[in-house]
């Protein structure tokens, strides 16, 4: 009678340690095998008995200068600024769009408004970017306002355990010394998104070539419903959103209000992208020509090729236009 169970055996108690797997070897296979057992290791060490921690720093892992730290089967980077990342491997310098207009007025709050010319003239925190123009073009806090504070809302960050607001405060506590005639402020915040699949594809810095794109600031010869704009992204990219900005045309305000996207592998089959319905997904455009309106694509899209088909606008068909994605 063979008894299996319960008998104190070369795997019992388990030789192997740090959750290693111990395997009796058969009589029949032990030929010059001199052990009872061996050990069958996790990924994150090794050795007879699986007691020797792999260094996942030796193969340096950290890009950009970051320091790497070894852990249980994985590695840290710590990272200089501007990178980020697992490897350090991302530059964290774009706009986060406060002059651009990614960031929407709802997502820009502060403690207080000022009001100027018989309170007509409003200062609102909405007005804090960049480069504005206007005769009211920056934020400022109310004169009794003695802790000023502007803050401006990331939506979405905080699922990624990374703050989610970011709060400008207590400019400096004698306010004659920093503002001059009432603290007035326009502020642009660097940065990047953290899930690393949202970085401009070139388009508006031109890394996409005009050969691949019709033109920067494109006007269909048509006003219908059967134009569109095409772009050649080159390779397979993975793509996350889109940014589209309308025109002036001697003095003609031109946008689009509302558009169709398709995408393709290939240049010839088209698919377009569909809503949760199941239904054409309309994305709405612009409401002028200077502001830029971000739309996400959810699901993120794989393709080479992607269409931008105008469904409404504003005077002409005119569309300006920044593609967001990375390339894995
Ligand atoms: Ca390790």
Known sequence: MIVRVCVPGPCSPNPCL???QCEVVSEK???????HYYCVCPPEVTGEHCETNINECQVKPCQNGGTCSDLNGDFYCTCPSPYVGKS??????????????????????????????????????????????GLVNAWSPAPHDREPW?????????RLGYSEFVKLLKF???????????????????????NGCSEPMGLRSRLISDSQISTNAWTAAGTDQNQWIQVDLGASKKLTGIITQGAKDFGHIQFVTAFKVSYSQNGRDWSLVKDQRGQDKIFAGNTDNNVH???RFEPALFCRFIR??????????TLRLELLGCSQ
């Open 18 to 20: 740090n959750d290693g």
């Open 29 to 35: 296979r032990r030929g010059d095998v001199f052990s």
């Open 88 to 133: 350090c491997q991302q530059r964290c310098t774009s706009r986060l769009g406060l002059e651009a207009g990614g960031i929407s007025e709802a997502h820009i709050r502060a403690s207080s408004v000022r009001y100027t010319f018989m309170g007509l003239q409003r200062w609102g925190p909405e007005l804090a970017r960049l480069n504005l123009k």
């Open 150 to 158: 502007i803050q401006v809302w990331f939506s979405g960050a905080g």
């Open 172 to 194: 400096h506590q004698n306010r004659s010394v920093v503002c001059r005639r009432g603290c007035t402020l326009r502020l642009e915040l660097i940065g990047c998104e953290l």
């Open 293 to 295: 309106k971000k739309n």
């Open 308 to 317: 931008v088909l105008p469904w409404d606008w504003h005077g002409r068909i």
